[in-house]
């Protein structure tokens, strides 16, 4: 592990600004000089960015405490500290990018339905061939959509070797870039490239695994709810996502980008998240227009054949028609989780065709994002397979979650996890795709 180091920038606007870090952009108040060797090159209406050949640094600090300071940001995009900026492997399987294609979604230049599944924890796996592993198997198996988690949030630095990739604390957000922070998604990223394997790279969580918004809120006050607002913890993450998608910007690796895990604001009215969802999504496609960007919201809030259970509601501050209209979101999410809403397991076709009709309703498609259930997988969620593959606005499906044995042993197991190679596998997989065709 690299030696630890804080750059404490604001309130310094008059400084020269470090290599890759942010010299201009809409409501940047900071320096708009490079350090010597550098200079300060357009991104896009919203970020500027010192550039040259290598980078110097492998941490990235944005202080915003809640005071009349300025802002400043240092963001390195290397691989490691001897290497150059991160880039796309020439020896990628395909160059073309993912897209949608009317209510289907096209993947190296093929439209179709596809199949694929998550993978929280493999950004943080340390061993490479671990990474390769699973995504040899993915691919052998025909899933080419994997989703992962694009965050991991720490308020502490934790124990040596431990993968995390942002520091929050005391008002400032620190991107470790190095050996133990995002050179291990960069690995995954590139493993993915060589292989049939297309990547959904969120960049926060709901919820308080890896940090999320609650590590946010520690590190900048205010509540969960008030997080969507909270101008400091807004610019951390903006920063964040900024740094992330810089690396990845020519990957045809990444099938999209997304907003969060799960978002939610209890007790919100819809236009919360509705005005976070339009304005964060219209900064990513400044950042990048090559990529699709989703929200990753788990479908509440939908009025299309509702049959006023929980999930149809708006009390989580949703409204699943009116975010997906945003014509800056490409397509829709939604998540299936019968026993922790309190419906049945053949709710749960009826929820799948009500999103179906939704996205077909605004000429987009949807993504049956996650689903699982902790025993009997092939006879509950292969039926929830079948009716998503035949419903039209459905044009994929990932399961929650995968899983397979590395050389540590078997990947985490949440109750919902499916290993490779068993009859579990079998049904959701290798019959599923057999199905797809």
């Known amino acids: 592990m690299q030696p630890f180091a804080l750059l404490f920038l604001a309130g310094l606007a008059a400084a020269q600004v470090a290599p890759y870090g942010q010299c201009g952009g809409t409501g940047y108040t900071g320096s708009t000089s490079c350090e010597a060797g550098w200079v300060c090159q357009y991104q896009s209406d919203w970020y500027s960015q010192c550039v040259t050949g290598i980078a110097t640094t492998t941490r990235t600090t944005l202080t915003t405490k809640s005071s009349s300071t300025t802002t400043s940001t240092s963001t390195s995009l290397s691989k490691s500290t001897s290497s150059s900026t991160y880039t796309t492997s020439t020896s990628a399987s395909s160059t073309a990018f993912s897209t949608t294609n009317g209510l289907n979604f096209t993947i190296d230049g093929e439209t179709s339905y596809y199949a694929g599944s998550n993978s929280y ?10 990474v390769d592993l699973v995504l040899d198997h993915m691919n052998e198996s025909g899933l080419r959509i994997l989703r992962v988690w694009g965050f991991n949030d720490v308020n502490s630095v934790p124990s040596s070797g431990t993968v995390y990739y942002q520091l929050l604390v005391d008002g400032t957000a620190t991107i470790n870039t190095g050996a133990d922070g995002l050179q291990r998604l ?20 709901n919820w308080s695994d890896y940090g999320g918004m609650a590590a946010y809120v520690t590190a900048f006050g205010g509540t969960q709810t008030s997080w969507y607002t909270n101008d400091d913890a807004q610019s951390a993450y903006r ?11 020519d990957s045809p690796a990444i099938f999209a980008w997304e907003l969060a895990n799960e978002p939610r604001c209890n007790g919100c009215d819809t236009s919360v998240i509705y005005n ?6 219209a900064y990513i496609k400044s950042l990048d227009s090559k990529h699709m ?46 026993d922790s809403w309190g ?14 009709a939704a996205c077909a309703a605004a000429e987009k498609p949807c993504l ?29 499906d990932l399961f929650w979650q995968y899983g397979d044995s590395l050389s540590t042993g078997e990947s985490p197991n949440d109750g919902n996890t499916v290993y490779y190679d068993t009859s579990d596998f079998t049904c959701l997989v290798t019959d599923h795709v057999a199905a797809i065709g």
């Open 121 to 130: 924890w493999i950004g943080f796996l340390t061993d490479d061939d671990d």
């Open 186 to 205: 960069d690995y995954v990223v590139a493993s993915a490239e060589k292989r049939n394997v297309k990547l959904i790279i969120n960049f926060v969580n």
């Open 239 to 249: 920063n964040y996502i900024a740094a992330v998608v810089a690396r990845y910007l």
């Open 276 to 281: 976070w969802v339009k304005s964060t999504s």
């Open 293 to 338: 960007v989703c929200i990753g919201d788990e479908g509440f809030g939908l009025d299309v054949e509702s049959d006023g259970s929980y999930p149809y509601t708006i009390s989580e501050g949703l409204n699943f028609t009116e975010n997906l209209a945003i014509d800056t979101i490409d397509f829709g999410t939604l998540h299936l989780y019968p």
């Open 343 to 356: 419906t049945t397991y053949a709710w749960g076709d009826g929820w799948i065709t009500a999103h179906g």
């Open 368 to 396: 049956l994002e996650e689903y699982g259930v902790t025993s009997n997988h092939c006879s509950v969620e292969a039926p929830w397979q079948k009716t998503a593959l035949d419903t039209i606005g459905i044009a994929a």
